[in-house]
């Protein structure tokens, strides 16, 4: 039995805590963590005793086998660094930290104190991109020449939060550059982006882009196509497309159900699902699941510290390539 | 070189004469037959020379191997008498004749005269039914248990067509209980019917149902479940389910494009096809085609007198079966 | 809050534990009633204090709001007499008994007692189907003249199943007879069955059949048909298709992802989910959901004792059609 | 009527002279001309009876309204200058010429003679890319923010032809290139283009590549991206997908039927059409009609002749872009 303390009880936090508190067999979540109230009476109401809005209620409990940290993005890097101190094992939502020479200080901490480390990147656990993956493993389409994914939110979010996003790449398309990446099992040698702002002005004037298309090529010499949107409105709009040297594997979106209709007009499915919390609730279970899994059988975590800093400077690298408007090689990123 | 005579350039003359001419090598149509001038026009247009509005011009003339009858249902018995005598091979669209007894007469008179006949079925020659029938026969799904057609036509005829129409089981179901046999390789045993008239009272005051779900038992066991309506608003529907011990096949509708767009509402293809002109346009051709090549090769037509006779027997039983409401054994229509 | 016994903790017993525990904010289970230790530990284990394996420790419990009934078939009709008569709201699995006359009696007691009574259907709860019962409500193909069923099982239980399950048409058809009614919105008027045994001649021999084909007449003079199957090697099958005035609706089987690929084979996507624990998982929480939204609102119930009556009915009808080879009237099976 | 007259009978010089002669009523094919004997007998079969070796027994023809110019790529602008000085329209598949240069000289000249002129662009005129446009243009998806077009050859050319095509983007790309403007109806303003040799060395060794991936930047600032590959196993894969403020438009690859097969193994749809000759068989027709109905109407060229510059300068900026591995403006692309 894995002992858990939660860090951070907004929209994320809570998923996790419910999922380890009624849905993960071998984990327990014994204390919880949260400045505000509402945050806090959902961790009693979901019986953990031990709330407190101190980080140091949690690292300094011996008890406490592992630390989820939810909390806002620019204390990640702090809370990963405490938990690791005290011995603990972290799973910490992306991105490890707003700055990347940060984000890289912390991981390399990690590795001197040998804790284990996971990086939130939930998508790995989507049935249908695992599935992706294992059929690829399995050699049912040869060797890969082009990923394609399509990434586009139904609605962009407040212009508060694309003011402190970091920006679409490291935001939103950072969980491209991850997928990209783990499918196509090599790593990342070149950036090109477009990108621009055909949704909204207000994201222009927050100094952001809501539109891009970013082309990846791998040390493999196979390529990656990212499009990315802030607004769609038929739906969350989740695809992948990989193409190989024996066929080609797509996963649709998931509809909101199988129902089909024809009329005079035509025939009509149901709607895409709304967004990410509904696209994805089932692999947020399964990533913790994984965690957990991977702690109790001393395993490597299925997505490490490296992961995250690898995803954040392709980031990096589309963002220079977007603002001099050529290709980027991944190794010219620096990290200071 | 197979020399042609086609008789009746309605609606099915003007396409069997087109695709004689234009599409198939080994054939040549040197003769047509009809009453009016805008037929006879037709034919002239496509360059045949000899035009009349007597039979005996294609039954008398020596060099015509082939009569391709698509005349009013009412002479089509006279004529493939008249063309058999003649030794002519005959194609002759269904029914046989309106009259079992003198279907069954006929096909008898052919059989003694040995001369090749093929009915009109056309549906066998469709892509995707004669794909279904070559992945049965070679066990893609095992042994059949059951079939599912649905076919709906896109709106009612008119009720002066009705009126001599036969009813819906010899006009249009007939074409189901010949697709229920060729697919099954089994023949029918036993015929239930349920029909009402849901679409328009004056189909019922004409004395025939709009609306039909008949269930045959097999010899081998295996039952078919066929569903026909005069009307489906969202167009013409043929569809065709057979499930089997290793397996299902269906045949889905193709539609008038592979578009398909997602907005607010949700997801759209486009409709369906309009008619059976639209829907089964290849089917006519490679029909004529396999009839031509059956001439050729002198090999057994696709589609016999006698399963011409068949689908009528099954038909009569289906109505004997709505009017006493009871399951009819096929074996118990006496042909006079 | 509903306070909640538990009767029965077998596969179904634990689905409605469980639901009801972690997934239901207004209900809490507090006590559940099994003869072995399998069960009792595995509802110790969810956190109930009060475990038996006597029903009268739930009866007599003045906590109790409701009973959920999931014991063997042969018990539900005495513990629902047991629970009304204690004043509690009832949930009941299928059947209400295995005798129609049993199951009527005891009905009509609980009426008389005037206690909530729930049976439980829960397809009607599957979001697929209430969609398309939504759709049809509210217009979306005009007035229904022809419903369509497929179940299919992936595997036929074992024969000591069979030989108590009350035949395929109280087992299997009963939930489908309920769609049928439910979707319809009115009432069977006449049922013809016919059915075989093509799958295991061992289930023959047991005295029941394993393939049918059922045809309902509606007292709207509207058709449905019903196929079922014990066995489909391709996984379990369960569609509907509505066909309307203006329309028709399809529930399409969900699979286990939306992956799809293309080979030089074909295009291939994912297999069917396994069996109604997946297929289902969802609804059966649904189906909690109304049970207690309805008696916290003080709302009818959305599945009845007399919905429970009607489905014993027409499968009665449909024994007796399947014996007798001819249409039965659903009003001239009697009850004694 | 029409009277045309058809340079060279090799592969599409046949489809086009069989369209004309009995698939479109407005024209007729009166002469042709080819080197060899093979393309002359084809015609002669079709009841061409001039039939030669010469162009000129064409462009003096004066019975001849239009000329269809399916000869090898290096002849094209020679006789369309031959056909348009003898004051003939001119039907001329592409490319104009070899050299962006020489084509360029051929259409002012054309523009001058103020002859019409089609190039033949047959995919605009497929009926799933044309609903597309025409849904496009009728406010169906709103404001355009991307097009994606997948276009896949089911395997490469043999390495002659590979050593006379141009390159892929003049070869193969050149289509895209057309329907991404045709589409988005504005220009292209940048291109980038990523490009490499994975499915045949030999390609390379020819100085050609057989994976691309393009990124065109539109003048109104929506972006699109082609994907190209010279391979596919799984057969031709042409599709296309447009993003717009109100939704998404996608066209999917027809297959060869509408048959689906489920199994033990998963659910399987049929495989794609072979090539073009199949997938755009009816565009050829619907292309050929329009440029008829075009000269009968006195009406602009569906496709102009600019048209086919355009595409070639966007080809000359992919090629310039792949050598120098930055994005390429299109206005700097000097015509000399």
């Not at 939660?6 to 994320?12: A, D």
């Not at 140091?56 to 204390?75: F, G, H, L």
């Not at 508060?160 to 970091?166: C, F, P």
């Not at 991977?294 to 490597?300: Q, R, S, V």
């Amino acid at each position: 039995m894995i002992k858990i303390g939660v860090v951070g009880l907004g929209r994320m936090g809570k998923i996790h805590l419910e999922n380890l508190s009624k849905n993960i067999q071998d984990a327990k979540v014994i204390a919880a963590v949260n400045p505000g109230d509402e945050g806090q009476n959902f961790a009693l109401q979901n019986g953990i005793k031990n709330v407190s809005n101190k980080i140091d209620s949690i690292t300094s409990n011996p008890e406490i086998d592992a630390v989820v940290i939810c909390s806002p993005n620019n204390t990640h890097s702090e809370y990963i660094i405490k938990a690791a101190k005290a011995g603990k094992a972290v799973f910490c939502e992306k991105p490890i930290d707003m700055s990347l020479e940060k984000a890289n200080e912390t991981i390399s901490l990690i590795s001197k104190l040998n804790v284990p480390i996971m990086i939130g990147f939930n998508q790995r656990f989507d049935n249908n991109f695992s599935k992706v993956k294992n059929d690829i493993s399995a050699g049912k389409i040869g060797l890969l020449r082009n990923i394609h994914i399509i990434s586009r939110d139904p609605q962009p979010p407040p212009i508060s939060y694309i003011k402190n996003s970091g920006g679409l790449f490291k935001d939103m398309t950072i969980h491209d550059f991850d997928m990209a990446r783990f499918i196509m099992g090599s790593e990342v040698a070149e950036v090109f982006a477009y990108g621009n702002c055909l949704i909204d002005p207000a994201i222009g004037k927050a100094g952001d882009i809501d539109s891009a298309t970013v082309l990846l090529k791998f040390e493999n010499n196979a390529l990656a196509t990212i499009e990315n949107s802030r607004e769609a409105k038929y739906g969350y709009d989740q695809r992948l497309e990989v193409f190989g040297s024996k066929g080609v594997i797509k996963v649709k979106n998931p509809l909101k159900s199988n129902v089909e209709t024809s009329t005079e007009i035509g025939t009509e499915t149901d709607s895409h699902l709304n967004f990410f919390m509904d696209r994805y609730k089932l692999s947020y279970l399964e990533e913790m699941r994984c965690f957990i899994n991977a702690l109790i059988n001393n395993k490597p975590m299925p997505v490490s510290g490296e992961d995250g800093i690898k995803a954040m400077i392709i980031a990096e690298a589309a963002n220079k390539s977007l603002i001099e408007n050529r290709p980027i090689k991944v190794d010219s990123i620096k990290i200071n």
